[in-house]
């Protein structure tokens, strides 16, 4: 799984009818010194999140798992959400 | 999935069974701001986009059977939706 920011969304009408209720949102990625590493990913929403969240998103076939992106052409799915992610980083700096 | 502009087409007469019937198109991906990031894929159309257009790129493979109705193609990118609008939002560093 990758750490990621969620910067933004995209909106979309022409799209395959399996995309109809999908809430697509654009993760920049963290690198291993939780900075962002300039890469982007338009993910699928499995939990409700919203812009600004710092978020841990899953690739591959594993991001159709959750119920609510089973039937979609999910390769790059938001599982969860970093609640604080200012004691998260203070925490994951310690063990360094 | 990848944000991606369609900047051609590919055409080809002489190819493999599990590509028969297919729409390719030619995508470059592209970051949100839209620059280039280097990458290319030969893409199944799954929805009718022009050249020049943004799309979204997914590599989910039972999508991709489904789109090009070929049971294990070797085409590994599909076009899955037009992008209308990308909204970026300038974000505080919050921690």
Do not use: H, W
């Amino acid at each position: 799984m990758y750490i990621g920011r969620v910067i933004g969304n995209i909106v979309s009408v022409a799209k395959i009818e399996q995309l109809n209720s999908a809430k697509l949102f654009i993760v920049e990625y963290f690198n291993s010194r939780l900075e962002p590493a300039g890469k982007y990913e338009v993910s699928f929403d499995a939990i409700g999140i919203g812009i600004g969240d710092y978020v841990l998103v899953c690739g591959g076939s594993a991001g159709r798992m959750p119920a609510l992106t089973s039937k979609m052409p999910a390769d790059s799915t938001i599982m969860a959400r970093i609640d604080d992610f200012k004691k998260f980083r203070e925490e994951y700096f310690e063990d360094k | 999935m990848l944000i991606a502009e369609i900047i051609g087409t590919v055409t080809s007469t002489i190819k493999v069974k599990k590509i028969e019937g297919t729409k390719l198109k030619i995508a470059r991906t592209i970051d949100p701001e839209g620059k280039p990031t280097g990458k290319f894929f030969i893409v199944e159309d799954g929805v009718g986009v022009g050249t020049g257009e943004i799309v979204l790129l997914s590599d989910d493979d039972v999508a991709i059977n489904r789109i090009v109705g070929i049971d294990q193609t070797p085409i590994k990118s599909a076009v899955v939706a037009k992008v209308e609008k990308i909204n970026i939002y300038d974000l505080k560093d919050q921690a």
